[in-house]
Nanobody
Framework: QLVESGGGLVQPGGSLRLSCATS????????IAWFRQAPGKEREGVAL????????YYADSVKGRFTISRGDAKNTILLQMNNLEPEDTAVYYC?????????????????WGQGTQVTVSS
């Protein structure tokens, strides 16, 4: 199970931290990724953290602004989002897959959370 939290309404330039609580996944074997989907647009990969060596990957649109990391709580993955822009408005999903690094940045992941809404607006 994957459960996202931390979404909300924020002004442009603000920050949010999303959390993905995982259960039933051994994160030594599953890559975890964040995706987002805005109305009328395809789901796009935002960031991924690998299973084995914590390599991270980012969409060009969020590099330097977003950071994916493991949380202090076991089996939690965080997405720190800084300097948010209106274009970041979307539903954000976390996803897990044993072959996540290969699938990235496509949405060909086996397991998905329910999503959390992020709205960036003044």
């Amino acid at each position: 199970q994957l459960v996202e939290s931390g979404g909300g309404l924020v002004q442009p330039g603000g920050s949010l931290r999303l959390s993905c609580a995982t259960s039933g996944f051994d994160l030594d074997y599953y890559a975890i990724a964040w995706f987002r989907q805005a109305p009328g647009k395809e789901r796009e990969g935002v960031a991924l953290i690998s299973s084995s060596d914590d390599d991270t990957y980012y969409a060009d649109s969020v590099k330097g602004r977003f950071t994916i990391s493991r949380g202090d709580a076991k089996n939690t993955i965080l997405l720190q989002m800084n300097n948010l822009e209106p274009e970041d408005t979307a539903v954000y999903y976390c996803a897990a897959d044993v072959l996540g690094e290969t699938a990235w940045p496509t949405a060909d992941f086996d397991f998905w959370g329910q999503g959390t809404q992020v709205t960036v607006s003044s």
